[in-house]
């Protein structure tokens, strides 16, 4: 990071390899990858060492926030969320090293029309249990 902030380049700027490790000009990157298409609005993801690592956002064309997603080393962790236009909550899920651990679907009034809770004897489960082990909680 620079005093004026994370290095910030193009997504299209940006190469990966079979791992998903992100590189810019031969280097693993760190800083914010980017795309903005007039009409669709502006994407950012954090990279840390060639890695998704912290947040994953994106705005409608309007500005408003419409996704946003958070990683540790590649994998989804800890809250997505999806928005409507208007801002309301569409889609509110919790992931642990790429794994759903829970996940509501909410309507434009407000009520949950689907929910998931990870079941703990599952083999999800057993996967964050020893992912927990190898990376920490």
């Not at 079979?18 to 031969?26: A, P, T």
């Not at 693993?28 to 609005?41: C, E, L, N, R, W």
């Amino acid at each position: 990071m620079t005093e004026s902030g994370p290095v910030r380049v193009l997504d299209s700027d940006l190469d990966y390899d079979s791992d998903l490790v992100y590189s810019y000009r031969g280097q693993p990157f760190t800083g914010v990858g980017y795309d903005d298409v007039p009409g669709h609005g502006l994407s950012e993801i954090s990279y840390v060492d060639g890695r998704q690592e912290g947040s994953s956002r994106d705005w409608y064309p309007s500005g408003n926030l419409q996704a946003e997603t958070f990683y540790k080393r590649n994998m989804r962790h800890g809250p997505n969320r999806e928005y409507r236009e208007d801002g309301s909550i569409a889609l509110d899920e919790y992931y642990e090293f790429g794994v759903r651990v829970s996940s509501r679907t909410i309507d434009e009034n407000g009520s949950v029309v689907e929910s998931y809770q990870l079941l703990d004897d599952s083999d999800g489960r057993r996967k964050i249990d020893r992912l927990r082990e190898i990376f920490g909680g």
